[in-house]
């Protein structure tokens, strides 16, 4: 983190600050500046007993390094009392990190009453009774900074927590609504998801992995959402082992908000749309099904198995495009062929603006005697074996092909079940485009400021379908200025992605 972000004279109020996650939010806020006030009601993990030898313990250490700090002992359902700890010693209140939090882990035909009724007292009402109690002093001052704990275990469900992962989720509902009420206020909203070794964490996850996990890695990603300079409201942020992503509707990103609203200062087209004007091209002509002879096949037999961009200038975001392509090879795999389309678009003024390859994957349409490669195809280039630089996970939503299709790409094969099935698939796939722009949207926010002007090229392979829903997991690796990635699907571990990306010199 940089080092001149500063909190001084913000008072933080840090619930569960007693240990593993809390205590390292209230230590590095503290650190940089901020008056903390350490809750922790000193329970055990179950939310039995109570002591203040927690707390305390953690406001020493800050004392001890120049720092100021109180503790307080109050259950979190005494949000009024906890904020009343930090008006009356500090005379302010900036910063909420809803973090306090207890397990009550049973299957869920086990569950009783009093575990359901704790678990939502102490995670979803705490949240609800402390920032409530703070919200008249944010809006008087016009400033606040609340962060809500989720947990991966709301977002993707896990075994016995079906208590936890409910309230877990209820906070981003909150979360999200406090957003849209506090931002006129300057009041802002998150949620941390974080993965993190804790006193929760401890018996769940194994050993070494637990060693790793270290809470001081997500403390600055925590900080910066409290800080005074951040614009987020209303993120979902998943972070754990160094890393931080954010997760959710891209209209919560405002530097998306370019790509989305026609009214928006620099409003630009997403750079990887530029293919799309090609591909309806080569869509609506007949030449991929005459381009294999004596093989009959159709559409439900076609996939998009690699593509190729390279941008010459931005896609105008108004007036006439015209594609010519021509088909450059056709490749025979044995059991299945390969046509490799090259297509040049250009703008009303005859300026080319990109040059795309469309390498369309044509499954049971091979033996016809034809070669296997061709060295017409722009290779796609392996990644690295060390650890990723660094990693981006966003979710897609069930509705995501049903989303891209207004995009033009109509074929049936992403929202038809009977087509689907007819291609061999369960349920309708995502597009091969969507999916990249998944990919290409996370190197671009990693590494281009998430500035359109920063793309030069792209080149993926399609390796295995995305099912509309599945979350996507990017990871990259930086070469100058070529970022290899490849993205999986989180629920499956299955590779659906790989390629490289050229950022503008
Ligand atoms: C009218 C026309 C225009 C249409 C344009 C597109 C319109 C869009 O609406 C369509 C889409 O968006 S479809 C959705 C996106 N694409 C996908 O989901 C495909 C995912 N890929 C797969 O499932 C497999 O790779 C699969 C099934 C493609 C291949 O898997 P396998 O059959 O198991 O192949 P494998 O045994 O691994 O390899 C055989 C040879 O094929 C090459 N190859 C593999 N995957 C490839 C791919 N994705 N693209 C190109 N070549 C590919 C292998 O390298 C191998 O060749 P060789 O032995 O010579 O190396």
Known sequence: MDQKLRFDGRVALVTGAGAGLGKAYALLLAERGALVIVNDLGGGKHGDGKSSMAADKVVDEIIKKGGKAVADYNSVVDGEKVVKTA?????????VINNAGILRDKSFARISDADWDMINSVHLKGAFKI?????PHFRKQNYGRVIMTSSCSGLYGNFGQANYSAAKMALIGLSNTLAIEGKKNNI???VIVPTAASRLTENILPPDLFAELKPELIAPVVAWLCHEDCGDNGVVIESSAGW???FGASVQVSSDLKYLYEGQENFSAFPTFAILPGLMAIMTSEATLD????IKYDLSQILHGEQYLETYRSMPTNGLLTSKFCIADVMDKGKSAVVIYDVYTFDENNNKICYGQTSVFIVNAGGFGGKRSSDKVVPTQNTPERPADSVITQATVKNQAALYRLSGDLNPLHI?????SMSGYSEPILHGLCSLGFSVRHVLQQYGRND?????????RFSKPVVPGETLKTEMWQDGNRILFRTSAVETGIFVTSGDYHTSP
Not at 131 to 135: F, I, L, S
């Open 87 to 95: 008006l009356e010693n500090f005379g302010r209140i900036d910063i």
């Open 131 to 135: 920032t409530q109690a703070a919200w």
């Open 188 to 190: 802002h909203c998150n």
């Open 244 to 246: 931080a992503a954010k």
């Open 291 to 294: 381009a294999i002879p004596n």
């Open 416 to 420: 038809s079940p009977e087509f689907a």
């Open 452 to 460: 359109p002007k920063m793309f030069k090229a792209v080149k993926v």
